[in-house]
């Protein structure tokens, strides 16, 4: 997802530690590659909030949230982002007290969505609140450890050890970490790129600068590339030759390149470096000392892979146990097997999908090209059984 918009209020707003502890940990959970961690809102809660070094300030994505923990919202104002409609309109709340295990918030405050246009629970396939951004990095240092998926915060002054990790300068813009990495979309043609890094974006990379844009690449497909603040962000998909991070090289890496009719795009960076890529890493992100340390985990020789089915879709229903697709990709796999829009995933492999999550779904239409899989789908009011045979596009 891509985000611009304004802040909210200009006083001080982070989170500290409590009882003078100089560290504390918790667990999060990787869901579709959204790194989700539970807090409490004025006392309620938890509720799960994706955390998004890509968004400037806290986002309420839930506006059944304004009910249930009595949030004042008595201010207006103005998101605006990457996608194809019009700005829309936001509450601004008064300070909120904001906790999470053995942490706490100071002076933050949120924007909450009147209407809830990302969807973020039925794309997870279970609840999800919001978004927590800057405020919960500008003071702590904060390191994610995606093998065992626990993240520790140190207090100001305090740091992790640091051996075997790699230094990258980042800095700190408009409340976002940008870095400078070099990145080759083919053999020969390295250029140098200023990237936000994204901890809310699911993709490996996205290149928004038109000079880089993939006129001579092999292959690509077109897609929709998520959702931003104004509406949705349609582009094609191919693969680079190369990026680098510091000392370390990514070679075919799966890229997004958003169409030129998106709205809002930002033209002060070249892209985003997103959870593709950065889950291959242990984290630690430092904005006071504007460092982020790397350290390769059990993730880093994983290949990308793409989505082999064309086939998008989303949980719903009680529990999110139903499954429906939203959109079939011209041509691809799911295309040629007869898929369409509105048709009810009802069991894949003879398992029925209110036994299956979203992930497990997502690991099978990408697991590899040429399997045969067997989908029952409810549609023309009956129900049906056709054999997917999956496609590697890119």
Request: aromatic share 10%; glycine share 8%.
């Amino acid at each position: 997802m891509l985000f611009c918009f304004c802040a909210i209020t200009a006083q001080a707003q982070f989170f500290l530690l409590k009882d003078g502890k100089k560290a504390v940990s918790l667990r999060f959970s990787i869901v579709r590659n959204m790194v989700i961690v539970p807090l409490h809102i004025n006392g309620r809660g938890p509720f799960n909030f994706v955390l998004d070094t890509g968004v400037g300030l806290m986002i309420i994505t839930d506006p059944k949230l304004v009910d249930s923990i009595n949030i004042d919202t008595k201010r207006t104002l103005k998101l605006y982002g990457a996608g194809f409609n019009d700005a829309f309109e936001a509450y601004a709340t008064n300070t909120l007290q904001v906790t999470l295990p053995g942490m706490s918030s100071w002076g933050v405050a949120a924007a909450i969505l009147k209407t809830d246009h990302f969807g973020l629970s039925n794309y997870a396939g279970m609840p999800v609140h919001g978004l927590l951004g800057y405020e919960f990095f500008n003071r702590l240092t904060v390191k994610l450890n995606f093998s065992d998926s626990t993240l520790t915060a140190y207090a100001p002054g305090k740091t992790p050890r640091l051996k075997k990790y790699t230094k990258l300068a980042i800095q700190i813009e408009d409340r976002k970490p940008y870095i400078n990495s070099k990145l080759a979309l083919l053999a020969g043609q390295e250029v140098n790129t200023k990237l936000i890094v994204d901890l809310g974006a699911g993709h490996p990379l996205l290149i928004e600068n038109k000079q880089y844009y993939p006129h001579n690449l092999q292959k690509t497909v077109a897609a929709n590339l998520g959702i931003g603040l104004t509406g949705p962000v349609n582009g094609v998909i191919g693969r680079i030759e190369h990026i680098n991070l510091g000392k370390f090289r990514f070679k075919d890496v799966i890229t997004n390149f958003p169409d030129s009719g998106s709205k809002h795009l930002v033209t002060t960076r070249d892209g985003n470096l997103g959870l593709g890529i950065l889950k291959k890493f242990s984290l630690i992100f430092d904005y006071q000392n504007e460092a982020l340390y790397i350290k390769p985990n059990s993730y880093f020789k994983e290949p990308f892979e793409h989505d082999m089915s064309g086939l998008e879709y989303y949980a719903t229903g009680s529990g999110f146990k139903q499954v429906f697709i939203s959109r079939v990709e011209a041509g691809s796999a799911g295309a040629k097997a007869g898929f369409k829009e509105n048709d009810q995933i009802t069991a894949i492999n003879f398992k029925p999908v209110s036994q299956l999550s979203l992930i497990e779904i997502d690991a099978l239409f990408k697991s590899r090209p040429n399997r045969n899989i067997l989908v029952e789908v409810y549609h023309d009011n009956k129900y049906e059984l056709v054999m997917l045979t999956l496609q590697r596009r890119i």
